[in-house]
């Protein structure tokens, strides 16, 4: 079946730094891969999403580049504040993949991530 | 607002005694699911709907039931929860099927099973 793979932390960092966080990923078919952020005591918001090979997702200072190639979407950003601090997820939805109709979202394990000042 | 909303936010039950979480979303969205979180595993799809009396298994269903007979709710049903059955719970909606959409989160529900 369609799997996810993420670095899990925690990642700890400190403000200003450069962030890479790793994302794998296996499928059935052609999926989208999404990033999700959770911030503390709240439910998962969208960061950004690739729908298709080499579209590159970007949002808030986040990007992240589909590669079908390495069948990887790691999440980047150049310089991480406090604000940051959160848990992320990778995920995938894929369209030949019955386990959750087309839009069911399969997720990595989530990346803890502590920015500090 | 466009939003989810779940109720309760937090649960405290007993083995055996049957609860409802509800779920609610106020953009028309055709699709809605049901996830549970737990340490270490991430998030797990627990049913889905692709729309109203359709519904369907997600990946780890057993002890749970769902209900789709309005395109707004979409509760899920504990009819004897169990231990195991303790856990952070998500309700999602999308606008549509067909892959590549967006899915709005609820703020969760925390229900501890005694």
Same mark, same amino acid.
């Given at each position: 079946?369609d !799997? ?9 960092? !400190? ?5 890479t966080?790793?994302c @794998? %990923?296996?499928?059935? #078919? %052609?999926? !989208?891969?999404f ?5 503390p #005591?709240e439910?998962l ?11 590159k #997702?970007?949002?808030? #200072?986040?990007?992240?580049? %589909?590669?079908?190639?390495? @069948? ?12 940051? !601090? ?6 995938l939805?894929?369209p ?5 109709g ?16 | ?6 109720? &309760?936010?937090?649960? /405290?039950t007993v ?6 979480? *509800? ?8 699709y809605? $699911?049901w ?7 991430g ?10 009396e ?6 780890? &269903? ?13 509760p899920? /049903?504990?009819?004897?929860?169990? &231990?195991?059955?303790? $856990? ?18 609820? &703020?969760? *529900? ?5």
């Amino acid at each position: 079946g369609d !799997s996810v793979t993420q670095m899990e932390g925690p990642v700890t960092l !400190s403000e200003e730094a450069f962030l890479t966080i790793n994302c @794998t %990923y296996t499928a059935t #078919g %052609y999926p !989208s891969l999404f990033w999700y952020v959770q911030y503390p #005591g709240e439910g998962l918001q969208l960061l950004l999403k690739a729908t298709k090979a080499d579209d590159k #997702g970007s949002n808030k #200072g986040f990007e992240a580049t %589909y590669r079908k190639e390495t @069948t990887s979407f790691h999440l980047e950003k150049g310089s991480v504040q406090v604000s940051d !601090s959160a848990v992320y997820f990778c995920a995938l939805s894929d369209p030949e993949y019955s386990g959750g109709g087309a839009d069911g979202l399969t997720f990595g394990k989530g990346t803890h991530l502590i920015i500090q000042p | 607002e466009a939003q989810v909303t779940q109720n &309760p936010r937090y649960l /405290i039950t007993v083995t055996g005694k049957k609860l409802t979480v *509800t779920c609610s979303q106020n953009m028309n969205h055709e699709y809605m $699911s049901w996830y549970r979180q737990d340490p270490g595993l991430g998030l797990r799809q627990i049913y889905y709907s692709m729309n109203v009396e359709v519904t369907d298994k997600g990946d780890v &269903p057993e002890g749970y039931k769902v209900s789709r007979k309005e395109k707004r709710n979409f509760p899920l /049903i504990l009819e004897s929860p169990s &231990p195991n059955q303790t $856990s952070l719970y998500f309700c999602a909606s999308s606008y549509r099927t067909g892959g590549g959409e967006t899915q709005y989160f609820g &703020p969760g *529900t925390r229900l501890l099973v005694l």
